[in-house]
T-cell receptor, first 113, second 112 residues
Framework: KQEVTQIPAALSVPEGENLVLNCSFT??????LQWFRQDPGKGLTSLLL?????REQTSGRLNASLDKSSGRSTLYIAASQPGDSATYLCAVRRGTGGFKTIFGAGTRLFVKA | DAGVIQSPRHEVTEMGQEVTLRCKPISGHDYLFWYRQTMMRGLELLIY????????DSGMPEDRFSAKMPNASFSTLKIQPSEPRDSAVYFC??????????FGNGTRLTVT
């Protein structure tokens, strides 16, 4: 059974810092991995999708990496801003037998001005 | 594209009542997912459909929960009878195999 863990659970940083959010998964037979952002009271917004054959994806100040063999992904946020404050979730889609997508519990990020 | 549309946004009901949540996926997406989010358990996958057919309902908590997808543009999640422990935010999401999942804004359900 796939389990997804995110560390840390919460993070508070001053504006301008570069930071790394971590995601680990127990079953390396994945199809892809996706990072989402969730603002309070809102739905989830997709940030980056990494296919199982890829090592990383970049979008603006965000960079996500994937190491399938070790069951890890990281989301790197450069030059953090107060507007980055949100909960960040990673989700792993299984590689065989269906399309099941399992989420981690998320990292709550607060960027102080 | 209007995105994934869920209704209602908020639902308050009394224990024992039937609750029906609705979802319209993005046109062309052949996968549809129902998730439940609580502080204690995070995001849990309840059920997902492919081409209107339920594929995996192992996350449905009990027989009080049922989901249908009568056509490619509409799905419902029904709880009958509802209980206070069903209080949560219920999300619908749709997608294609090689593209990101798109989520609706959710339905916040409160059962008193």
């Amino acid at each position: 059974k796939q389990e997804v863990t995110q560390i840390p659970a919460a993070l508070s940083v001053p504006e301008g810092e570069n930071l790394v959010l971590n995601c680990s998964f127990t079953d390396s037979a994945i199809y892809n991995l996706q990072w989402f952002r969730q603002d309070p009271g809102k739905g989830l917004t997709s940030l980056l999708l990494i296919q199982s054959s890829q090592r990383e994806q970049t979008s603006g100040r965000l960079n996500a990496s994937l190491d399938k063999s070790s069951g890890r992904s990281t989301l790197y946020i450069a030059a953090s801003q107060p507007g980055d404050s949100a909960t960040y979730l990673c989700a792993v889609r299984r590689g065989t037998g269906g399309f099941k997508t399992i989420f981690g519990a998320g990292t709550r990020l607060f960027v102080k001005a | 594209d209007a995105g994934v549309i869920q209704s209602p946004r908020h639902e308050v009901t009394e224990m024992g009542q039937e609750v029906t949540l609705r979802c319209k996926p993005i046109s062309g997406h052949d996968y549809l997912f129902w998730y439940r989010q609580t502080m204690m358990r995070g995001l849990e996958l309840l059920i997902y459909f492919n081409n209107n057919v339920p594929i995996d309902d192992s996350g449905m908590p009990e027989d009080r929960f049922s989901a249908k997808m009568p056509n490619a543009s509409f799905s419902t999640l029904k709880i009958q009878p509802s209980e206070p422990r069903d209080s949560a935010v219920y999300f619908c999401a749709s997608g294609l195999p090689n593209s990101p999942l798109h989520f609706g804004n959710g339905t916040r359900l409160t059962v008193t």
